[in-house]
C-alpha cells in the first residue's frame, strides 16, 4: 500500500514537471523524424516505412528526463527530507516506475495520434495488432530500457554529466558497427530487417521481443545495482555499496536479472551458434557421394507449429550401403535429432556441435552395409535459426501466416549418400495456408478436420525443396507468347489488379523478346512468377521461375513513376534473367577465378540498363546505372587487397572468403557490364549489339550449353584486351 | 521514546573532527534545546540521531536498541527539519505535503490537513510552492515535520525566517508538542531555548559543555554577570565578554560576563544568553 502510495505522488509530481512535458511533447513528434531521418526497415514496404518508423528518438528524450529527475532530488536538496523518513533507493524505485508509467502512457498516446495518419497512408493493407505491436514490442520497451539504463548511470555516478557522457557511449555502441551488425547489440534501435505488408511479420516481432527481454533484464539488473550506489550516510561510492548490501534482495535481483540477460542472450535461437565462416566454395565442393550408401527413395513429414515457430520432421531415406564408411546428414543448427533408427532400431550418432559451415551443422553415423534395401528414419524438431555469418537473413520462418522452409530449414539432407532423384513430401498446415513447393502452387489437399490440411507433393530433382506456405492468390495471363502464373499474397490483390501488374510484367516480357528473342521454355511450360515476403528482399530468379520480394509490388512503388523506376531494376532484373540465366543463355563457367566476373549477371544487368534507357531516357540510365557502375569499379581498382593480393593471402580465410565474395559482386554486377557496354560500342552500337544477342540467343537458350566469355568475345568478334577496362580486375 | 548516544566521535573524510566522544541520554517527554556557535556539531549531532550519518566510534541506541538496524522504525517515528532544505517548486503547498505524507507512509487526508492548520497554511494550501516567501517555505518545511504527529521531532533551526508573531506561535506549539514526545530544537535564538526548553544542551568545537536544565545553567553564571557604564573609547575590561552596550544619557551602559567581574561592576542577574556565552567562554577545558 505504501509502495502504490510512492508511486502515485511520485507519478503526480513527475506529470507536475515541465521537464515531463517537454520529453513527452518532443517524443510524440519522434515518429516525423522517423519518416525521413533514420530508416530501420531495410526494406520500403508500408508497414515498414510507417510502422516501423523509429519512435525511438523518444528513447533518448526519456533517458534525459530520467537523469534529471533522477539528479533533481539533489539540485532541490529535498533530499535532504526525503531520506530523513524513507530509505532514497526505495524512493528512487519509485520514481523510476512512476517515468515509466508516464512513458507508457505518452507511447500510447503517439500511437493514438499517427494512427489516423498511419491508416491513411498503409491503406488497406493497415493492420492493427501489427501497429499495436509495433509500440508494445518496439516502442515501450526501447523506452523502458533507456529511462533505466540512464538511471542507473546517473546512480552510480551521482554526476549528470558523467552519466550523461556514459548514457552517450551506450548508444553509440548501440548504433556502431563495432560489435557487428547483431540483432543483440543493437539495444535502443533494435533491427527490423523489414516488416512485410501481405506475409507475416511474425520474425521480426518475435527477434525484437526476444532482444527488448535481454535488454530490459540487462538494464534492470543494471538499475538493481545502481540502487547498491545509492549514496548514503554521506559516503562515498564505495562505503554506499559496502551498507547498501546489506539489504540482500537487491543484488540478489541485479545479479537474477543480469544472469537472466546474458541466458536470454547466449541462449537466443535466432542465430545459430556456430562459428562465424563463410565458405563461398562450400556447397560446391561437399563431399557428394562419398560415402558407399545409395539412397533409393526419400519421403518426408513436416508438421510445422506455427504458434511456436518451430517445426517437427521426419524423414525416411531408403538405402543400400555397399562397404564400410561413415555417414552425415547436415540441417540446420537450430533443430536436434530426437530420434534416428534403422529399420526401426536405434542407431548411435554423434551432432557436431561448434563444427557449423554456412549455417549447418552435421550429424554422423555409421549404416550398416546392406545390400538389401533398409530404411533409415530421422525424427527431428526445433526453431530453424539463420547462419551466424548472415545473421540479418530471415530466410526460415514458421508463423500462423507465413511459412518458409528453405535449404538446410527444410530438414536434414546429405551429399555424402549417393542421392535419389526424387522425393516425396507430406506437410500438415494450418487451414489458412497454400503452400509452394519449389514454386509450384500445390492443390487438392486433404483436410484433417482439426484445422489443419494435409498436402502432398513429389519433386524430381535432388536435393531439398524450397517450401514457401501463405494465404497464396494466382492470376495466369500471356506475356510474349508465354504462359505467366503469378503467385501472390492474397492481401496484394487488389494492387496487383489496380495497377496492372500483369501489364508491367507483359512490358518487360515484350521488351527481351523484340530486343533478345523469344523465351526457349519447353512447349506448355509455365513461367511462374512468385512473390515472396519482404524480409526476402530484392529477387531471384532461375528455371521457368521467378521471384520478388513484395516491396516492389506496394502502392507507393507501383503509383510513383519515379520510384516505380528504380523498383523497376529489381522487377525488371529477375524476369530478364529467364534470357540469361534460367532457361535461357547459362553463362558459365562461374567458379571460373579469372573469369569471375562472367555470369548471368553481367548480361542480365547491361539488358536491363537497356530496357530503363528506353523507357526512361538516356539521362537516368547514365545516372543509375554506367555511373553506379563506374564508381563500384573504380572504388574496387582504389582497395589496397584488389591492388596487392599478395597480401590478401596472408589474411585469415574468413575475411579472404569475404573480400572475395565482394569482389566477385563488384566484378559480376559492374565490372562486367561495363565491359559489355565497351563491346556493344566496339562492334557498332546498340542495333548491332541486340542483333548479336539474338543470335546467341538463339544459339544457346535452352541447349543446356554453356555459353562462356570466350564466346561472347568470338560473337563479338573481339579479343579480350579490346573490352578489359584499364585495370586488369582479377583477384 | 529513548534515545542514547555512547561516546560519539564524528570525523569527516575532509578529517574534520564535528564531534568529539560525546555521551548523552535523550527521553520523552523533553524539550531539549540545542545550543553551539556555528561550526559546534550541532547539525552533525542531529544527522547522527536521524541515522544520516554513521559515527566514526561510539554508539547510538533507540529504546536501548542499536539504531541503524531499527533505522525503518525510527524513520517512521520521526519528524525532521533540516536547516537547509529544498521543496519541489511545482508543487502546491497541499500537493507537497500529500507527497511527503506518502513518503512517510500515512493514509488519509487528516495527517496533512492538521499540518496544515498547525502550520497556518491552510489558506496557502493551494499555492504553488515556487510563489511562497522565505517564511511560507520554512513553515511548510515545519508542518511536514510535523506530519503524522510524529513522537520524535529533530528542529534545525526551524524559527529562521519567521515574523515574531510566528516565532512566538510556534514556540508554544513546539512546547505543547513535547508534552508527550521527544523534541529537539537547535538554534542560535537563545531566547527560544529560554522560553520553552526544559533541558539544554551547549555544544561547541565538538564537545557538550552543558547538559542540564536551563535555570541550572542560569544558576551556574550567578555573580559572573554585571553592568557599568563606559565612556566612547573606553576599553573593555580584560577578561569581560560584552554582551550588550546600550546608549543612555550617563554613558554606554555595557552588560558584560567574565569569570571574574571588575570591581566597578555591578553584579546583575544572569539571563540564559548570559550563562550559555559564559559557558563558551569557558571552553572545554572547563569540563
Redesign the interface.
Known sequence: ??AF??Y???L??LA???FTWIAAGLSVCGPLFGYDMYVPSSTWVMTGKYIANPVLAGAVLWAVLSMLESDRIY????D????????PDT?AASRMFAVMTLCAAVSLLTALVYLPYTMNKVGYLFELGLYAYSFLIVLLPTWWISILLAAALYQITRRIELAGLLYAVCVYFSFSQFFGNHYFTHWINPIILSYSDGFSNASPLRITLYTRFIWLAIAGGAFALSLLCMRR????LLGSIA?GVRKIYIPITAAALVSAGVFLWTGQPFVDHGPIEYDYEYRYRRDVGSSNTRVSSASYRLEPNVMAGRLKGRVTFDFTKYGEGEDWIAMNPGYTIAKMTVDGDDIPYKTLIGSEVNGERKTVFTLPPVSARRNLVVEYEGFPSSAKCFPLSVTTEISLEYISLINDGVGPFSTSFVPCASSTWELILPSGLTPVVDHVLLENPEDNHNGTKTWRTTIYRYGLPWILAADFDAITFEAAGTAVELIYAHKYDRNMREYGVSKAIADVMNYCTEHQGKLGFAKGKRLVMLQRSAMFGGGNAGDGWVEWSEDIFTQSNLSDPLKGASAMEVFAHEIIHEWWGGLGVVCGEYDDPFYAAWSDEGLTVYTTYRLMKEKYGELYAAQNYIDVWQAAVDKQNRGFYYRHPEYLAKLPEQYQAQLNSEARETNQYCRMPLMILKAERLVGGEAKFDEILQAIHRQYASTGQMFTYQDFLDACDLREEDVILEQDFQI | MKIEANQLTMI??SGKKALQNISVRMESPNLIGILGPNGAGKTTLM?LL?????PTKGDILLDGKALLPQ??RL?SQ?G?L?Q????????SVW?FL???A????L?GKKAIDDALAVANLAEHRKVRIGALSGGLRQRV?IA?ALLGNPQLLILDEPTVGLDPEERVKFRNIFSEMARDKLLLLSTHIVEDVQSICNRVLIVHDGHILFDGEPAELIARTEGHVGVYVSQIGDPTPEGCQVVSKVNTARGIQCRVVAECLPGFAKAAEPTLEDAYLHRIGKGADAL
Open positions: 500500500m505504501k502510495a510512492l502515485r505522488v511520485e503526480r509530481r507536475l514537471s515541465k539540485r532541490a536538496k529535498t535532504v527530507l526525503t531520506d530523513a523518513v524513507l530509505s524512493l550516510y554521506q559516503k562515498n551498507r | 569527516y573524510p544527522k536521524i541515522a544520516g550519518l554513521i533505522e525503518n524513520k520521526l525532521y533540516p537547509s532544505f529544498g521543496l519541489y517548486d511545482e508543487l500537493q500529500d507527497y511527503m506518502a513518503l512517510k507512509g493514509k518545511g511536514q
